[in-house]
């Protein structure tokens, strides 16, 4: 699971080109000089994919083995890049996450922006960072971990009080047979016994 880009953006509608108002980029995992073709097309897919998202709009849409995530906020976008794996639930966490923040820190302030501005691009750079684990934005997720650790956890604890449970089913099967067998003992001993009573 990675996520390969986050970007905010402006939308200005259909016709004009998106306002960026900060991106990151891990490109890592590509080599040195493909990393800037790579930024490039980053750059070219967000914008294309932000300037077709109408307001109150949320989609995924898939571009070779990755899945570009976007939601759009009242004209605030954000959109992320990421690969197959990393679950849409957890991916459009981190979307909300990003504009919360974003606004959060810049207020309205967006809404005036006419040209590119990386105000958002540190913001961003520890997004990327942090989010590279879905637990980390969605608690959902964690919980379910959580809960199906534990649940390994009690299915061990049962078992071995099973195998315990078995050993002691054992026990008193065993004390049952002595129990039938002291009772035999105790008639047949009677029965001696009467043969040789004084009377």
């Not at 004009?16 to 108002?21: A, G, Q, R, S, Y």
Request: with cysteine; charged share 30%.
């Amino acid at each position: 699971m990675k996520v390969t880009s986050l970007s905010l953006w402006k939308w200005n509608g259909d016709t004009v080109e998106p306002t960026c108002l900060g991106h990151a980029e891990d490109v890592n995992e590509f080599g040195y000089f493909q990393r800037g073709g790579v930024r490039e097309m980053l750059t070219f897919i967000s914008r294309t994919i932000v300037k077709r998202t109408q307001p109150g709009q949320r989609q995924s849409v898939e571009q070779d083995q990755y899945l570009v995530h976007v939601t759009n906020r009242s004209g605030l976008v954000a959109i992320a890049v990421m690969d197959t794996e990393y679950p849409s639930r957890s991916a459009f966490c981190v979307l909300g996450k990003m504009c919360d923040d974003y606004h959060d820190k810049f207020g309205d302030s967006w809404r005036t922006v006419t040209e590119a501005d990386g105000r958002g691009d540190e913001h961003l750079a520890l997004a990327i960072a942090r989010y590279q684990d879905p637990m980390e934005a969605d608690k959902i997720l964690r919980i379910q971990r959580e809960l199906d650790e534990t649940k390994v956890v009690l299915h061990k604890t049962i078992d071995s009080v099973l195998a315990r449970g078995e050993k002691l089913d054992n026990l008193v099967d065993k004390s049952t047979d002595l129990s039938l067998a002291s009772q035999m003992f105790y008639k047949q001993a009677k029965k001696q016994n009467q043969c040789c009573a004084i009377m």
